[in-house]
């Protein structure tokens, strides 16, 4: 079942720039030079993303000298992608006519 928690995360997630970020930190830990780089997003436009991709609890950061380098946190992901396969495994169920309400 998806939860309060699991909404937010949604809600972040269905930014397209938010969700580039995820994606390219997936692969690898970057820098604020490097996602400017890479998603063309000026660079206070990228850190209010990465402001709430911190507070919704998907990113990390950690300063390294004068940079402040971003890492995905998988577990974060990794809860959500479980409820949505419990929401998966569910509409298959009802897919399959295994559950159907009665009309009256």
């Not at 994606?23 to 490097?34: D, K, Q, V």
């Not at 997003?41 to 990113?59: C, M, P």
């Not at 298959?92 to 009309?103: H, L, M």
């Amino acid at each position: 079942m998806l939860t309060s928690v699991d909404a937010d995360l949604l809600r972040v997630l269905a930014d397209p720039l938010r969700l580039r970020i995820v994606t390219l930190l997936a692969h690898e830990t970057l820098c604020t030079t490097h996602l400017v780089d890479e998603t063309g997003a000026r660079q206070t436009n990228l850190s209010n993303h990465l402001k709430v991709l911190r507070e919704a609890g998907l990113v990390d950061a950690e300063p390294c000298g004068r940079f402040t380098y971003y890492r995905l946190r998988p577990e974060a992901l990794g809860t959500l992608a479980g409820s949505l396969a419990e929401l998966a495994s569910t509409a298959r169920k009802t897919a399959d006519g295994q559950v159907r309400r009665a009309c009256s």
